[in-house]
């Protein structure tokens, strides 16, 4: 769902690669015009054209790593809500889990009557554990907003 940053950057890097191909293939382009012995006034134009073609065939190159670097910053943000999400499942299955604890040692210190009616709220509390969202789903990050406390 998130993507894989290692996957991106990896794409990253070879599109960084591929910019400076283009690069080198214009600038090979370029020496070739200019190495070119013949003068005319078609000469003069076709260098000139290939100058202009080298630096379009520049930006493009540009243009291909500022979208490599998008890339890797899109990367690093991946990586930072996978940590982020992975903190609050954390936070948020331990309060639970502190919750139930709490839960059950109410339950073993009343009489059964009572400890009857805390048992069904227990079985609520289990059911609603099945609700949870799926291990490492962003749903994580709503469950540890909504929890009291923030999750303490």
Known sequence: ??????ELERLARDLHGRAQ?????????????EAAHWVSTAATVYRENVAQDRRDADAAADAMDAAADALMAHAQEVRDTIALIARAEREAREWISRQADRAGNVVGDLV??????????????????????AAGSVGWLDVAEDLPGGGD
């Open 1 to 6: 769902m998130y993507g894989d940053p290692d």
């Open 21 to 33: 191909q283009v690069r080198d293939a214009a600038a090979d382009h370029q020496r070739g015009a």
């Open 112 to 133: 059964d009557g009572v400890g009857g009616m805390l048992s069904d709220a227990g079985d609520l509390l289990v059911g609603g554990l099945r609700q949870l969202p």
